[in-house]
T-cell receptor, first 115, second 112 residues
Framework: NAGVTQTPKFRVLKTGQSMTLLCAQD?????MYWYRQDPGMGLRLIHY???????AKGEVPDGYNVSRLKKQNFLLGLESAAPSQTSVYFC??????????????FGPGTRLTVL | TQLLEQSPQFLSIQEGENLTVYCNSS?????LQWYRQEPGEGPVLLVT?????EVKKLKRLTFQFGDARKDSSLHITAAQPGDTGLYLC????????????FGKGTLLTVNP
């Protein structure tokens, strides 16, 4: 039982390049989330999904796209990376409506640097 | 917009000392969670408190939810270097909104 896994762990991009971050969970959770964590800003929600085939915007969605084609996977895409997207990205999953408390389980993170 | 304010922002103490960190809001939450994040890792759920006035203990960690469900505290007794990390509180407003509101965290360093 691996929980939530993220690939890659580290990535360096040049401005304008594109990339996709992959998140996978083996807990059969309905809800999945993408956050970014920056010094002094805390965790900020980028996009989330309440089930396979659904996505919704979070607090800071601009410059990112997501897809949830399979229940266990949640992909975060950067079409044209900018230095402002340098951050640590965390994926999380949870039972959502099946849980009274909305407890979330996080992956280990992807550290992205955009030059 | 719901906000969670955590204090202090930074805390550096010696091994064996006791400490308390706080999580405050003007909003009511149906439940509140505490996470610990170690350097280079993702946050890990420590506890969820649900009832106003509730106290939960996890070994040397004591968590309390305020009576009005607007605030919470985390008390650590006899801190150890292994307690070092970023402590995050997160509030759940309940209903159909399954997003969490996170505080910015308290960065705790316990020196040997």
């Amino acid at each position: 039982n691996a929980g939530v896994t993220q690939t890659p762990k580290f990535r360096v991009l040049k401005t304008g390049q594109s990339m996709t971050l992959l998140c996978a969970q083996d807990m059969n959770h309905e809800y999945m989330y993408w956050y970014r964590q920056d010094p002094g800003m805390g965790l900020r929600l980028i996009h989330y999904s309440v089930g396979e085939g659904t996505t919704a915007k979070g607090e800071v969605p601009d410059g990112y796209n997501v897809s949830r084609l399979k229940k266990q996977n949640f992909l975060l895409g950067l079409e044209s990376a900018a230095p402002s997207q340098t951050s640590v990205y965390f994926c999380a999953s949870g039972r959502g409506g099946l849980s009274l408390y909305n407890e979330q389980f996080f992956g280990p993170g992807t550290r992205l640097t955009v030059l | 917009t719901q906000l969670l304010e955590q204090s202090p922002q930074f805390l550096s103490i010696q091994e064996g000392e006791n400490l308390t960190v706080y999580c405050n809001s003007s909003s009511v939450f149906s439940s509140l969670q505490w996470y610990r994040q170690e350097p280079g890792e993702g946050p890990v759920l420590l506890v969820t408190v649900v009832t106003g006035g509730e106290v939960k203990k996890l070994k040397r960690l004591t968590f309390q939810f305020g009576d009005a469900r607007k605030d919470s505290s985390l008390h650590i007794t006899a801190a150890q270097p292994g307690d070092t990390g970023l402590y995050l509180c997160a509030g759940n407003s309940g209903g159909s909104n399954y997003k969490l509101t996170f505080g910015k965290g308290t960065l705790l360093t316990v020196n040997p």
